[in-house]
């Protein structure tokens, strides 16, 4: 057991901690004082515990609890038995879409009228317009050389082009592998209400159903009850979390323990939920930039995921293109498709950012978040 920037550690790699553990909260004689100089202080040496910085000079620092978790653990869903229930539920939520385009292309005259239909399916369905133009483009020559207007042809050409689209060739694999001796670090980050700590909470899940050791950091101080969701998630599969107890806490302080007591805890992943912001407002954008930067003093971030509501279409879009100017985000996560017949966001979010989808979320389930397959998601907006 080691003593991390006033939080009592007791994780230990190569053999996971007891469930149920629970470890004490308060500093000692061994915590850390800060230097005034803007540059990385040294801890006082410790018998038996690794030598990791403390926080930066102008990181407000403050008493960070690691709250452990309680008797009771959930076995999570196994993330290949989602995939099927994920890709039922989109395909009875996008029929619209799937249905309407496979019924205008199986008809018996595909004149400029139904090009025009078709073309304002895609448009309704937040595909965007120059994805719109290529697939409408791409489908015209199709249907021109094909020659058949047997549904089943119509399907397999749709299948093909929307595939296409949406770029198989995308890699959509989540950084969660230690490297370099450190777990990886994955920041999460998004407006307000788009299900951000709901997403981390489900993610850990997804990362405890893979066999591994997880630490969450509670970095969203604004928001009064988000440390305690994000604790409650952790608790339900025995995963621990870094928070604060005190009100509006500098966020870079406590994503800052977090990380460290991940590194000394020896976990494979450690992640930050940050608070909800609005992507117009300056401030709250640098503070996201400074949370990113102060974590990057003691390891990487393997991954910036922005969660990004499915219902709010093309507005998405304005969204995730300031944070990631911001954050440089690596991956998106889709939640609430369930409720949309939108399904062309992935498209165009894609497109416009050259960031893949990596995850999507289809339902208010503990379990219903599930990594994103090009074939599984087009297959279910066809059925």
Do not use: C
Not at 182 to 194: F, H, Q, S
Not at 283 to 289: H, P, Q, S, V, Y
Request: charged share 25%.
């Amino acid at each position: 057991m080691v003593v991390v920037g006033g939080i009592i550690v007791g994780l230990v790699r190569g053999g996971r901690k007891p469930r149920g553990t629970v470890y004490p909260t308060t500093r000692d004689e061994n915590d850390v004082a800060l230097g005034g100089t803007g540059t990385l202080t040294e801890e006082r040496p410790r018998t038996g515990a690794t030598q990791v910085p403390s926080a930066p000079a102008g990181t407000e620092v403050q008493d960070h609890a690691l709250v452990e978790e309680v008797p009771g653990i959930e076995t999570p869903a196994p993330v290949a038995g989602r995939l099927v229930r994920l890709r039922e539920r989109l395909a009875k939520s996008n029929t619209a879409f799937g249905k309407g385009l496979l019924a205008l292309l199986s008809s018996d005259k595909i004149d400029e009228d139904v090009w025009d239909e078709i073309e304002e399916t895609l448009l309704l369905a937040d595909l965007g317009p120059e994805p719109t133009t290529e697939l409408v483009d791409a489908l015209r020559e199709r249907v021109k050389v094909l020659g058949s207007r047997d549904p089943e042809h119509v399907r397999a050409l749709l299948r093909e082009e929307l595939i296409k689209l949406i770029d198989p060739a995308m890699d959509r694999s989540l950084n969660t592998s230690r490297h370099d001796g450190r777990p990886a670090v994955l920041m999460v980050v998004g407006v307000n209400g788009t299900g951000k700590t709901t997403t981390v909470g489900k993610l850990a899940r997804v990362l405890v159903a893979e066999d591994k050791d997880v630490l969450l950091g509670a970095a969203d101080t604004f928001r009064a009850a988000a440390a305690e969701q994000l604790a409650t998630w952790g608790r339900r599969v025995g995963v621990p979390t870094v928070k604060s107890d005190v009100d509006g806490a500098d966020p870079a302080s406590v994503a800052f323990d977090a990380v460290r007591a991940g590194i000394e805890g020896e976990v494979d992943v450690v992640m930050i939920d940050t608070a909800g912001r609005l992507q117009n407002k300056v401030g709250l954008m640098d503070e996201l930039g400074k949370v990113k930067r102060v974590v990057e003093k003691l390891a990487t971030v393997d991954e910036v995921l922005l969660v990004l509501d499915a219902t709010t279409g093309q507005n998405g879009l304005n969204q995730a293109r300031v944070f990631s100017e911001v954050v440089n985000i690596s991956g998106i996560v889709l939640t609430k498709l369930d409720g949309t017949a939108k399904g062309g966001i992935v498209v165009a979010i894609q497109k416009s950012l050259g960031v893949p989808v990596k995850l999507i979320g289809l339902g208010e389930g503990a379990d219903d978040l599930a990594p994103f397959d090009v074939e599984n998601f087009v297959d279910a907006l066809l059925a």
